[in-house]
């Protein structure tokens, strides 16, 4: 009984254990069912993606219809952007002036009234005589009233910043004996931006009262007073009519001599708020202008800064620019 026993146990046993192996089969097979499915369906839900991003993307005329509204975006506002940043500069030139306008006064306070000079000499270490450059005079005036070169540079000016930095007023010890990054030779400042001019001028001497043009004899005296070289006296011209008049140069009360009617001086006053001291280069050459469209910065004896059309009355004006060409400075 006891071996009949033990026989029905072992059996039992052995049954139990293959529906434990059965139901371990069954669930890994299921498991592995459900994972084959689950990579067939997402391989299925990728391809299905990609069929459809394929039948989403865009045409090649869409594309050239966006590519065309950019464009024409691009044109809107590109040009107003060229705007703001030439207002900026023009803004940063305005400012340059202001400086210079500020260290001629401090030069004016130091020296009874009189506006610097131009300069008396040109070239390296002034070894040249000045015959054509209307510039405020650099041994006088750098660095005791302006310490920074770049102050008499307009940041529009087609090449002047590039010209500056290049070493056009720097002396040949810079890095490798080159000019470039060398020290200031003041002698070298001439109007790579700016004209300055030492004397008291008025619009109807430099232009032809009738046609506006250059008045040949005031560029004549002109090139006549470089020749001589007096730089810090006054002088004179007559015109086409043979009237003469005196040149002087300029100095705080200045503006007494341009009175016409002494019976009635507030009648033909003028002030220094109407007295050019600097201004931008013109040049009959529009690729000269510092500022295009055209028409430059002014700065006056009284030391404020005024933006004037082209063409205009002295200094921005047609005249001027023809004198400038006429002698080529």
């Not at 910043?161 to 010890?173: C, E, L, M, Y």
């Amino acid at each position: 009984m006891h071996q009949d026993l033990a026989t029905a146990t072992k059996s039992y046993l052995l049954t139990k254990n293959r529906r434990n192996i059965f139901t371990y089969a069954a669930r890994t097979l299921a498991a592995y069912g459900y994972l084959m499915y689950t990579l067939c369906m997402d391989r299925q839900s990728r391809n299905k993606r990609r069929r459809e991003s394929a039948s989403t993307g865009f045409t090649l005329i869409e594309l050239l219809v966006v590519i065309s509204i950019i464009s024409i975006l691009a044109g809107i506002l590109l040009p107003g952007l060229a705007r703001a940043r030439e207002a900026a500069r023009r803004a940063s030139c305005a400012s340059n002036l202001r400086q210079l306008g500020l260290s001629i006064a401090m030069y004016a306070n130091e020296n009874r009234g009189t506006f610097p000079p131009i300069q008396y000499r040109i070239g390296e270490n002034c070894r040249d005589r000045n015959t054509r450059v209307f510039m405020l005079n650099g041994p006088l005036m750098y660095p005791e009233y302006f310490n920074d070169a770049r102050v008499l540079v307009c940041p529009s000016g087609a090449n002047g910043t590039a010209a500056f930095h290049a070493g056009r007023w720097s002396r040949p010890d810079g890095p490798g004996g080159n000019r470039a990054g060398g020290s200031i030779d003041p002698c070298l400042l001439d109007t790579l931006s700016y004209f300055y001019v030492g004397w008291l001028l008025r619009d109807d001497w430099i232009a032809d009262p009738a046609t506006r043009d250059a008045s040949r004899s005031f560029g004549d005296a002109v090139k006549q007073h470089f020749e001589i070289g007096d730089f810090d006296a006054d002088w004179s011209f007559v015109d086409d009519d043979g009237t003469s008049h005196a040149i002087l140069r300029l100095r705080d009360g200045i503006e007494r001599f341009l009175i016409t009617d002494i019976n009635n001086p507030s009648k033909g006053v003028t002030s220094q708020s109407s007295i050019p001291v600097m201004f931008d280069k013109i040049s009959l050459n529009v690729m000269d202008f510092n500022h295009i469209p055209g028409g430059g910065n002014v700065l006056f004896m009284d030391g404020h800064v005024e933006w004037a059309r082209y063409p205009g009355v002295f200094p921005i004006s047609r005249a001027w620019a023809e004198l400038v060409a006429l002698l080529g400075l």
